[in-house]
């Protein structure tokens, strides 16, 4: 099962969204971690086995956080950032696709679809 961290830029209601799919979420701020560094998040992401979920674009540097090297990160790039858009992107790419491509990739979510990043083979 694919469990979730919700970066602190990422309203309470898409980690309620994935909740009530039956994922494990746990938010950045209730642990404590508003305001800490990206490696803070990576770093607990990794070892929790968590996908990131955050609208920070600076995650998707694959120089920096190359696919394989954590669990998977999904940036949310939706402007602007409505809740509703948020959360109809995410079903749309669990209905369209094999919630596994999500494992070591970055995902690029948008309003129309998404692009994935996957690790090398």
Avoid: C, W
Avoid at 4 to 12: A, R
Avoid at 16 to 32: E, H, I, N, S, T
Avoid at 35 to 49: H, M, P
Avoid at 113 to 118: I, K, Q, S, T, Y
């Amino acid at each position: 099962m694919i469990r979730f961290l919700m970066d602190e830029n990422i309203p309470p209601a898409v980690g309620r969204f994935l909740r009530d799919k039956g994922f494990d979420v746990k938010d950045a701020r209730k642990a404590g971690l508003a305001g800490a560094s990206d490696d803070v998040i990576v770093s607990l992401a990794r070892e929790e086995r968590r996908v990131l979920v955050t609208l920070d674009k600076h995650f998707t540097n694959i120089l920096v956080y190359p696919p394989g090297s954590h669990d998977g990160i999904i940036r949310i790039r939706i402007h602007p950032p409505l809740v509703e858009d948020m959360i109809k992107a995410l079903n749309q790419l669990f209905q369209t696709s094999d919630i596994g491509i999500i494992r070591g990739s970055l995902i690029i979510l948008q309003r129309e679809g998404f692009r994935v990043r996957r690790p090398p083979q």
